[in-house]
């Protein structure tokens, strides 16, 4: 069964400073992957998604991610993060053949500070 | 702009209470889902609905079922609350199969509290 992986359960950083949010899928099979953000108290929000095409794909709010099939990850990015980005980013997997259904990780928090 | 919207953002009940979730989408998704969020474990299906009177288990579908009499409208029962269902539960939508890239689209959640 398909799993999502984001390692980092919280991200600090600096505003102004470069971040990358890490997501790692266990299947080699062929998927659609997405990036959802949650602000607080508010649901979630689709950020960027790979359906197929280029590698690299660019988001809401100067967001973009990276696709790469060897290494079956998916990280997010951005070179310069603001305070309105903190917020939890959820990264989520499906598989070509069921892609209605969304497999989630675990969030990960990322903290903006002045 | 799709909307979907659920009824009650906070909601307080007592175990053993049956409980009920309104979700309604103004987009004419065939999709529906209800999913549980919480906290280190991201988002988990509880089910999902492809079309009217049509249902499918999730991964967590023990102490729940659902309802779709109508397309736009989707609700979640909990037929008798416990505790461990205390939660934020979050409602989504998405058209059928490859006519927009597969994106789901969520409501804000509903907080609910099982005391």
């Known amino acids: 069964a398909q799993s999502v992986t984001q390692l980092d359960s919280q991200v600090p950083v600096f505003e102004e400073a470069p971040v990358e949010l890490r997501c790692n899928y266990s299947s080699s099979v062929s998927v659609y992957l997405f990036w959802y953000v949650q602000y607080p108290n508010q649901g979630l929000q689709l950020l960027l998604k790979?359906?197929?095409?280029?590698?690299l794909v660019k988001g809401i709010n100067g967001f973009e991610a990276e696709f790469n099939k060897s290494q079956t990850s998916f990280h997010l990015r951005k070179p310069s993060v603001h305070i309105s980005d903190t917020a939890e980013y959820f990264c989520a997997v499906s598989d070509m053949d069921s892609s209605y259904k969304l497999i989630f990780g675990s969030g990960t928090r990322l903290l903006v500070r002045p | 702009d799709v909307k979907v919207t659920q009824s009650s953002r906070y909601l307080v009940k007592r175990t053993g209470e049956k409980v009920f979730l309104e979700c309604v989408q103004d987009?004419?998704?065939?999709?529906m889902f209800w999913y549980r969020q919480d906290p280190g474990l991201g988002l988990r299906l509880i089910y999902f609905?492809?079309?009217?009177?049509?249902?499918e288990k999730g991964d967590i579908p023990e102490g729940y079922s659902v309802s779709r009499e109508k397309k736009e409208r989707f609700s979640l029962i909990l037929e008798s609350a416990s505790t461990n269902q205390t939660s934020m539960y979050l409602c989504?939508?998405?058209?059928?199969?490859?006519?927009?890239?597969?994106?789901?689209?969520f409501g804000e959640g509903s907080w609910l509290t099982v005391v």
């Open positions: 609905s492809y079309d009217v009177k049509m249902k």
């Open positions: 790979y359906l197929s095409g280029s590698t």
């Open positions: 989504a939508s998405s058209p059928r199969l490859g006519s927009s890239g597969n994106t789901i689209y």
């Open positions: 987009m004419d998704h065939e999709n």
